[in-house]
């Protein structure tokens, strides 16, 4: 009697076909998962004790783990248990379609995951800031999205008996148009591109773009953001920025300070002769600052003008405005003390507003008066 129940077939399949069938689902939904955990957590006993990237392998493969869909999980169970079963023709074509698209998902879900496992290795073993890594990673990540998945749904639609080449035909004509359309859109997509792969800046640089000036927030796919000085955002596409001439102080090894010393006509020759060994001796005192030279370059129509070149060691504008105004108020100091005068001029007007974008100058010229 149990022979016979056992022989009874559904859906064409004799019950204990079924029954085989459920058993292999059952145990490999089972075992799949199981062997999940047991990477992932082998995986985080070897990161209590070493950072990524000293065992690659082992890491990427508990990112690839990490990466299953669950929906895979059950395809792959699905898989497996019907391998001795017979379906009709059309639930078989269904089935196959389905396990077939979860292939290619799951293909392209893996490659994702291991390009961004890629780039955090290279952030980890990277011995300069990182940045610039850190500002590229999404316009990188989206760039190579595309194609994964792009490359992804053609290989499944090849493997469904699709005829591909007529399609990408099809594509190639509507994408012309398509690019026609969006060609900004486009043009910023490939400037962020450029942007990633050149590395002109980064996140947090110090930048002047025309007439605008701010500090790097944000690098996107479409623009860039700059949070200016008096803090507000600035918004520029990538197209227009890479076309502007940018100036990056963020890459500053050193600044260089110019300043003139405009000192009256009825000093005498020899006061004057020691101008600039004064003006040496005050600037090499200075911490943070390496001494270039002092002349007396100019004979105007009002003043002996003596110009002064320095520079800072340490790129911050803040270090720069400190040495200066330390040099300022010595210079001072020691010309009362040489009795030498400075000319003095008309008061200029008193600006009532301030300008919308202060100028950071990386060479710190100012006149002393």
Request: proline content about 5%; glycine content about 6%.
């Amino acid at each position: 009697m149990s022979g016979r129940l056992w022989q009874t077939e559904f859906l064409g399949n004799s019950l204990g076909d079924w029954a085989v069938a459920l058993a292999i689902f059952l145990i490999t939904l089972a075992l799949l998962p199981l062997a999940n955990r047991v990477i992932a957590a082998q995986r985080r006993r070897l990161a209590a004790r070493a950072p990524l990237g000293v065992h690659p392998a082992l890491d990427l493969v508990a990112v690839l783990v990490a990466r299953i869909s669950p929906v895979v999980l059950w395809g792959a169970a699905v898989w497996l248990a019907s391998r001795d079963l017979t379906f009709p023709p059309r639930l078989e074509r269904v089935l196959s379609v389905t396990l077939v698209l979860l292939l290619w998902v799951q293909l392209a879900l893996w490659a994702s995951a291991a390009v961004r496992f890629a780039i955090e290795l290279r952030r980890a073993r990277s011995a300069e800031s990182d940045t610039l890594l850190k500002s590229s990673m999404e316009v990188v990540r989206f760039a190579t999205g595309i194609l994964i998945w792009g490359v992804a749904i053609l290989l499944a639609l090849e493997n469904l008996g699709i005829e591909v080449r007529p399609l990408l035909a099809g594509l190639g004509i509507g994408g012309i148009a398509l690019a026609l359309a969006v060609q900004t859109v486009l043009a910023d997509l490939l400037a962020s591109l450029s942007i990633a792969l050149d590395k002109p800046f980064g996140l947090g640089d110090a930048l002047t773009v025309d007439d605008c000036q701010g500090t790097v927030e944000h690098i996107g796919v479409k623009s860039t953001r700059l949070r200016s000085i008096n803090g507000e955002q600035i918004i520029i596409s990538n197209g227009d920025l890479l076309k502007a001439r940018v100036r990056n102080f963020g890459r500053l090894i050193e600044r260089r300070a110019l300043f003139v010393l405009q000192v009256h006509y009825e000093t005498p020759v020899a006061t004057l002769a020691a101008v600039p060994r004064a003006v040496r001796e005050i600037v090499e005192a200075t911490p943070d600052v390496r001494f270039d030279r002092c002349h007396l370059l100019r004979c105007t129509d009002t003043a002996l003008e003596f110009e002064t070149v320095y520079y800072v060691t340490r790129p911050e504008y803040k270090v720069y405005a400190d040495a200066q105004q330390s040099i300022n108020l010595r210079i001072l100091e020691r010309f009362r003390t040489m009795e030498v005068s400075f000319v003095a001029t008309a008061p200029q007007p008193v600006r009532l507003h301030p300008p919308l974008a202060p100028a950071v100058s990386d060479s710190g010229q100012q006149r002393l008066l």
